[in-house]
């Protein structure tokens, strides 16, 4: 058994597999786009995880400053025939033996009325009517919510109490983001305003400016003052979630967690 991560800590490198590409290397994830957001959830059959990762493909648009995976204890060869690389918007890490959820001492607790929600409840009551039966007695395996920086330093830690102790959806988590300022910083338009100014200036010395005191009309491409922006990005519309039955929880897919974690290649 490990031990609790915590904020400031780092989180080795380690490959892992996703149910449609193998031996990935998560320094590349991180990579990408930081700060990323990874949260561990229980198997991927489990009707609260199928939950969540279905939220967090409708509104992953919503996480502008960072990136997410999530990380499931299932085997990634179970979800080959149901999940592709077009059908999440974000990386699906597969865990199946729980290498990651041990290393970070990510508790299991067999009480359904500790481990259960409100919200909880009502997922379950709904995945009931529609055939699904958890197996009795069976340990549950409670969340963890991480942000890392590039180089996999905790940047956020919270061990969920409950089977829905996660954010809620994309767009709670760029609110956290931004609570614990983790965002990039935006020039103001005020600066961009003085920026324009002089350069347009320099490029059209004929045109005079008005007189002090002079009131000048804002056209309706001027910016308001103290405001900022974002730049507007595009993206495409996350394939819906393909369900499947609990898949069997075998042998990890995520190896080699300590061999040079911090070398390269």
Known sequence: MGERIAVGDKLPFFLYDTPYSARNRFRDL?????????????????????????????TYSALRDGSMALVVRSRADKLSTSIGPDTLPYPLLCDADGVLYEFLDIPQNSSTLMTYSL???????????????????????????????????????????????????????????????????????????????VYNKAQLPDQVPPAPGGNVKASADTPRPGRRRRPNGSRSKPAPIQEYGTPDLAKTAVVNLFDDPYEDD
Not at 36 to 54: C, D, E, K, Q, S
Not at 160 to 182: H, K
């Open 30 to 58: 991180l990579a990408a786009k930081s700060p990323l957001v990874l949260v561990f959830m229980a198997n991927f059959g489990h009707p609260i995880t199928r939950t969540f990762a279905g939220r967090y493909a409708q």
């Open 119 to 197: 919200e909880g409840w009502r997922i379950l009551r709904e995945a009931k009517k529609q055939g699904y039966r958890a197996a009795k007695g069976s340990a549950q395996q409670l969340p963890l919510t991480l942000i890392l920086d590039a180089d996999g330093t905790v940047l956020f830690c919270h061990y969920g109490a409950s089977l829905t102790d996660v954010p809620e959806d994309c767009a709670a988590m760029q609110s956290l983001l931004e609570e614990l300022d983790l965002t990039p910083d935006l020039p103001s338009i005020e600066a961009t305003e003085a920026f324009n100014s």
